[in-house]
């Protein structure tokens, strides 16, 4: 079945270098995606969203790329700090259906 | 604190019991989300409130599980009969979700979870 996955499970950076963390997806059919992050031991939160009809969407020292033709997203986090390290997830979901889909998630670990 | 809150945070029980979890959505939130979470891998939808009418279920719920919000604000979660395979994280999410001019929107807000290990 269609689904929601991650290219790397791990990623290494230095403190102050921009990461970049990939997702690919094979629903054609998703409206809407989100990033999450999630640190040891808590639930998900919220990084930033974007639209099927947007490209490009900016936050603070976050950018989401969606790349609808070859349905890939990308996350990228500006300046990389030690409280970025986490686990970073993408989700999709339709609009007709409240069923968010997670991939499997990316670990994130910034060397000081 | 105004998050979403879940109650226990951890759950230890023998196989073949029955085991309750709480949810409580932030204020006003008219959706609420149950997921599971294994450990390396992304939280898998397990079923979805609006207002107090459960509108959709996944294939993973099978009928040992059953949840409820019988007032629209809390929910509750029950597995019944537990077996080794349900230890997992189990989050709840709430959304001030709605229709605007066709688009599903509403950002999902997850509490921290109640992790349930089955001996």
């Known amino acids: 079945g269609e689904s929601v996955g991650l290219h790397l499970p791990t990623l290494s950076v230095q403190e102050g270098d921009n990461s970049i963390i990939n997702c690919a997806y094979s629903?054609?059919?998703?409206?809407?995606f989100i990033w999450y992050k999630q640190e040891s031991g808590k639930g998900p939160q919220f990084i930033i969203d974007?639209?099927?009809?947007?490209d490009k969407r900016q936050g603070q020292r976050v950018t989401v790329l969606l790349n609808k033709t070859v349905k890939h997203l990308s996350l990228q986090i500006a300046a990389t700090q030690p409280g970025d390290s986490a686990v970073y997830f993408c989700a999709e979901r339709e609009d007709s259906n409240n069923d968010m889909r997670f991939g499997a998630g990316t670990r994130l670990t910034v060397k000081p | 604190d105004t998050g979403v809150s879940q109650d226990p945070r951890h759950k230890i029980t023998k196989r073949g019991q029955n085991v309750t979890f709480r949810c409580d959505p932030i204020?006003?939130?008219?959706?609420l989300y149950w997921y599971r979470q294994t450990l390396g891998q992304g939280p898998e939808f397990l079923t979805y409130f609006q207002n107090e009418a459960q509108l959709e279920k996944s294939r993973l719920l099978s009928d040992r599980f059953s949840a409820e919000r019988p007032k629209g604000s809390f929910s509750t979660l029950e597995i019944q009969r537990t077996e080794q395979g349900d230890s997992a994280m189990y989050l709840c999410?709430?959304?001030?979700?709605?229709?605007?001019?066709?688009?599903?929107?509403?950002?999902?807000?997850f509490g921290e979870g109640s992790r349930l290990t089955v001996l």
């Open positions: 974007i639209r099927s009809n947007m």
């Open positions: 999410a709430s959304s001030l979700g709605g229709w605007d001019r066709g688009i599903n929107t509403g950002e999902l807000f």
């Open positions: 204020s006003e939130h008219n959706r």
């Open positions: 629903n054609s059919a998703s409206d809407y």
